[in-house]
Each structure stands twice: as structure tokens, then as C-alpha cells.
């Protein structure tokens, strides 16, 4: 079965809600408008959006630097509860949860096969090119479904997604050992929940930031994080050298700086996206014969991972969350999370009902 739009596009009557729309191609051309309510097919559910997470995605996707399928709405950090079951999907019913984000793989090209459904070249993502989060509902395939733990509040379950984009990066092997050293540069959500995955993993865990980074540097130290000043770095460095460093700033700046101060046959991880070229003195990596690794998006086993990680208590979530708004002020939450400001900032569409 190849990918077919109207999959993601069955109409209920008529009946309409607000969406957050990409509406062209192109810079911008992002605004609030009408689409159609969605219908559960065979296999798929309507989760009924409780929030939806402002990822940079989205912000790459505002600015056309992230393919997408105009018109599309936009949002994959999605949680709600399940109101509308199609065939064989009905045990999902009144269940709160949280998707993967392929709508579409193709299930038979080498990385499917592999369970590496992020590699697949024929996925099709909710909120880039099927209808997303940013909505009152959306629907998709029940195999993206997990149950969101009763120990996570009803909006931060949004951050499940994110987290296995994580655990996709630093899990499978675990990046560290108990009692190594780890330095997590950039205190954004992403690089919050990437030192809560490496302290799980028994890593003493110091987090940068900037000056700016304040807000998001306090509650690091909240979650028994050590935050450092990115001026200061140089006195935080272990003796020997950090045993992890993982970046999630994706700023060359904070690249260099963490390539710098891993030891010798450490272990650095990239997990942030720089969106452009940046120079790096790639040499660094021979001469202290690192070993680089990476993750890109989610497959099935990072988010049994977090389903552990949540589970365990070893990574919390709610903290993170800093601002929940309407849809109808998207863009001044858009704005916000360009400029850093808060930690993960959420719409919840039922606040505009
Ligand atoms: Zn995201
Ligand atoms: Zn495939």
C-alpha cells in the first residue's frame, strides 16, 4: 500500500475546527484557519488534543528550512485522550496518550525492517506532511500509540515525544556508565532531558548555558543537574576531561567547546541540529580518539525507553513545561521560543473553545 493524503483527510460531515496552519510554501505563510474534523479509519484513532509542544521544527518549518507538504497543520509533540476508535482500534478508547510522529512508513525498505522507521524514505510525519498537533483533534494509526503514565500532568506528556528523539540518541547502547562524567551543553528541553537520561545512566551530569539560558539553568539545578556558565566551563572541566559530552545546543560555538573538553576516548554525541554548515577542528576527534554517535527523530525502541525512563521516576517531565497558551496566541509562543525565553512552551487548543 503506497502513502495516500486522503488517508489523513476523511471528513466528518462537514464538521471543521481550528487548526494552526502551514498554509504555502515559502517563509511564513503560517496562521490560524478551518480544516476539516478528523474521522478514525481502520486502525487509527482522534486523540483529542490536551497540548501540543513548540519544538525548533516547527520554527524551521515557519521559515521553510524543514520539507514540508502545504497545506498542512502543523505540531508533532502531541498528547490527549483517545474519543474516537476506528476497526480494531477500539481498546484505545478513553486511554490519554502520546504518538510517534510517522503516519506513514513504507514497512518493507532495509530500514524499516530493521525497526529504524526514523530512516524510512517514504515516512510521512504528522505536522509536516499530514495533518499534525496543533489542532482540537488528529487522528493516526493506532501503532503509534503509547499510554502516557498517570505520574506525568495531562499537558507535559506532550514531552514523550522529544524524549524519544533523546533516548533514540543516548540508550541504545547507553552512552554512559555509572560514575562517569558528562557535560550536556544547552539547557533547552532537549538538553534538560538529555541529562536526565544521562544521571539515569549513573552519570554525575554539569549542563551550560549562557546568560540568557538563567530561567532554564535553575531548573536543571532543580532536577540535581550541576548548571555551569559557558564562561566558566573551562573550571568545571574534569582533570582527565568529561567522559560524555553531549550537545544539544547545535551552536558551533558550544560544538567547540564541548569537543574540547572531553577526555581522551570519550564519548561525544551530537544531538542538537546547527540547520547549517559549521567549522569544526575535526582532527580533535583522531587525536583524542573519540567515538561520535547520533540519533535522529524516534523508533519504536527509544519510546520503550522512555516508557522506562518515565516509569522508573528517572526522568520527570512537568518541570519543563513553562507556558501553556491558546492557539489563538500562537505566534507570541512561536516569538518566545525563538528568543529562548521559558523552557518548553505548549498550546492547548481547548483553551480557545
Ligand atoms: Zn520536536
Ligand atoms: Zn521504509
Known amino acids: 500500500m503506497s502513502y495516500d493524503r486522503r488517508m489523513a483527510e476523511k471528513v466528518t460531515d462537514g464538521a471543521v475546527m481550528a487548526g494552526l496552519i502551514k498554509r ?7 496562521g490560524l484557519g478551518e480544516v476539516p474534523r478528523p474521522a478514525a479509519g481502520p486502525d487509527q484513532v482522534v ?20 520539507p514540508s507538504i502545504p497545506p498542512v497543520v502543523m505540531g508533532h509533540e502531541v498528547t490527549g485522550g483517545v474519543v474516537e476508535a476506528g476497526a480494531g482500534a477500539e481498546g484505545w478508547l478513553g ?62 506528556g506532550a514531552l514523550y515525544e522529544p524524549l524519544s528523539c533523546v533516548a533514540q540518541c543516548l540508550c541504545d547502547p547507553a552512552v554512559a556508565s555509572p560514575g562517569d562524567t558528562a557535560l550536556v551543553v544547552g539547557p533547552g528541553a532537549m538538553g534538560i532531558l538529555s541529562a536526565q537520561v544521562l544521571k539515569a545512566q549513573g552519570a554525575e551530569v554539569t549542563i551550560s548555558g549562557t546568560p540568557g539560558d538563567q530561567q532554564r539553568l535553575d531548573i536543571a539545578a532543580s532536577l540535581g543537574l550541576t548548571p555551569v556558565l559557558a564562561g ?14 553531549a550537545d544539544a545546543s ?104
Request: hydrophobic fraction near 40%.
Open 47 to 66: 486523540i483529542e488534543v490536551y497540548a501540543t509542544g513548540i519544538c525548533g521544527t516547527d520554527l524551521h518549518i515557519q521559515d521553510d528550512e524543514f
Open 232 to 245: 566558566d566551563l573551562e573550571a568545571a572541566i574534569p582533570d582527565s576531561g568529561f567522559d560524555v559530552v
Open 250 to 353: 547545535g551552536n558551533a560555538h558550544g560544538i567547540d567547546a564541548g569537543v574540547r573538553a572531553i577526555r581522551k576516548g570519550g564519548h561525544y554525541v551530537q544531538v542538537g541540529l546547527a540547520g547549517k554548515p559549521i567549522s569544526l577542528d575535526i582532527d580533535l576527534i583522531c587525536l583524542k580518539e573519540l567515538v561520535v554517535t547520533s540519533g535522529f527523530a524516534s523508533t519504536p525502541r527509544s519510546w520503550q525507553r522512555v516508557e522506562k525512563l518515565i516509569a522508573s521516576g528517572a526522568v520527570v517531565l512537568d518541570p519543563l513545561v513553562t507556558d501553556v497558551s491558546p492557539l489563538s496566541a500562537w505566534e507570541r509562543s512561536f516569538g518566545r521560543t525563538r528568543a529562548a525565553d521559558g523552557l518548553k512552551l505548549m498550546l492547548d487548543p481547548r483553551m480557545d473553545a
Open 95 to 156: 486511554v490519554r496518550v502520546s504518538p510517534e510522529t510517522y503516519f506513514y512508513t513504507c514497512d518493507r525498505c532495509p530500514a524499516c525492517l530493521a525497526g529504524r522507521r526514523n530512516l524510512c524514505p517514504e515516512r510521512r510525519s504528522i505536522g509536516s506532511h499530514v495533518n499534525g498537533g496543533f489542532a482540537r483533534y488528529v487522528v493516526v494509526p493506532q501503532r503509534n500509540l503509547h499510554a502516557v503514565h498517570a505520574s506525568v500532568g495531562e499537558h507535559a
Open 24 to 30: 504555502d510554501k515559502g517563509a511564513r505563510n503560517v
